[in-house]
T-cell receptor
């Protein structure tokens, strides 16, 4: 089992640029979660999908953030335009229905200059 | 009401000692309480979890104590080892919420040799 796969692992970009983070959940998992981790705010849930449908996006900071899950094996989190305050580690996690455990990917460390 | 408060923020323990991390919650609808362990550069990973129908759960050197009336739960690490040095997060969720986890602020544990 490859676990949750995220790419890129590191991203450095300039303010105003578009950033796309990618996630491949564990095969067979029905739910997918995007989190953001910062020193100031800890781990925050941004959005989660169940069976490819967004269920709760109340954690998405603002319209600059968007997430899609076109199929069961792929999701993207896009920031356009990016700002320095978006610098954080972004985690993707997946879970199988009727199981409580969420499995986290290794994260994408984003730095916006 | 969705918050989970965690303390201490950081903890230093000598090898062989007991590490204790505490969490408190407000939402009485929470019914699943996991602890996640995170090593530098990695995503959080489930360590141990408990449901409110039991007061204690033990797995190896790790024990969760749960006090439903006080709305508190704690992680005890017995015989702490340098390899236990990591950040620990408590979390809580209500199963009907689709496993949306509310995380505590995290505790950075350092176990000195």
């Amino acid at each position: 089992d490859a676990g949750v796969i995220q790419s890129p692992r590191h991203e450095v970009t300039e303010m105003g640029q578009e950033v796309t983070l990618r996630c491949k959940p564990i095969s067979g998992h029905n739910s997918l979660f995007w989190y953001r981790q910062t020193m100031m705010r800890g781990l925050e849930l941004l959005i989660y999908f169940n069976n490819n449908v967004p269920i709760d996006d109340s954690g998405m900071p603002e319209d600059r953030f968007s997430a899609k899950m076109p199929n069961a094996s792929f999701s993207t989190l896009k920031i356009q335009p990016s700002e320095p305050r978006d610098s954080a580690v972004y985690f993707c996690a997946s879970r199988k229905d009727f199981q409580e455990t969420q499995y986290f990917g290794p994260g994408t460390r984003l730095l916006v200059l | 009401q969705q918050q989970v408060k965690q303390s201490p923020q950081s903890l230093i323990v000598q090898k062989g000692g007991i590490s204790i991390i505490n969490c408190a919650y407000e939402n009485t609808a929470f019914d699943y309480f996991p602890w996640y362990q995170q090593f530098p550069g990695k995503g959080p990973a489930l360590l141990i979890a408990i449901r409110p129908d039991v007061s204690e759960k033990k797995e190896g050197r790790f024990t969760i104590s749960f006090n439903k009336s006080a709305k508190q739960f704690s992680l005890h690490i017995m015989d702490s080892q340098p390899g236990d040095s990591a950040t620990y997060f408590c979390a809580a969720t209500q199963e009907t919420s689709g496993s949306r986890l509310t995380f505590g602020e995290g505790t950075q544990l350092t176990v000195n040799p």
